[in-house]
């Protein structure tokens, strides 16, 4: 299994997704300010210290926070979008029928049509289903009598970290949950 840990700043806001050997860089570098989670996630075991006497050991936490400030607010940055985290977002459930499909059977459905100035964007694209999609075609929801079960929305910086992490521990994944939005679907 692949497995993650969440780097954050100091203050504890999401800074990426990292492997357990580069937050080990940060440990022995002395970059990490504090970590979180229950109990650690890997155990690395290195050479002999001599002057010790005792074998080297990095304990890696699920969640780390490391020193120094990012360049620029992450919450003025709008997350990514791609087909995967729009159907998670929308819970695999087809914003006009309703009812919940493989991922094999959604698509990206605009809400305002790319034809009529619609664009690729969180608050402009919904999950539907094949059959919806199709009835609904180049028409608003309101011309096609088609209205939308759920509002799209731009995920937070802690919603999108939960949309694209693979393999999160439930710890982990507790934590981020703690901090989304009211309201959110994610919950």
Request: hydrophobic fraction near 40%.
């Amino acid at each position: 299994m692949d497995l993650q840990v969440l780097q954050l700043d100091m203050q504890g806001t999401p800074q990426a997704w990292i492997s357990v050997e580069h937050a080990a860089l940060h440990y022995a570098t002395d970059a990490v300010v504090w970590s979180d989670g229950q109990g650690p996630l890997a155990t690395l075991r290195g050479g002999f210290n001599v002057a010790r006497g005792e074998p080297s050991v990095l304990v890696v936490h699920p969640i780390i926070a490391v020193r120094g400030v990012p360049k620029l607010n992450l919450f003025d940055v709008t997350p990514g979008f791609n087909k995967a985290k729009l159907l998670k977002r929308d819970r695999y459930t087809c914003a006009y029928c309703g009812q919940a499909f493989a991922e094999r059977h959604l698509q990206c459905e605009h809400i305002l049509p790319l034809s009529r100035g619609g664009l690729w964007s969180w608050t402009n694209l919904v999950a539907a289903c094949s059959g919806c999609n199709g009835r609904k075609g180049a028409r608003t929801p309101e011309e096609a009598k088609m209205p939308l079960l759920y509002l799209p929305y731009t995920p937070s910086r802690f919603e999108d970290f939960l949309l694209v992490g693979r393999n999160i521990r439930a710890d982990v994944h507790d934590w981020l949950a703690a901090r989304l939005p009211r309201g959110s679907r994610l919950c």
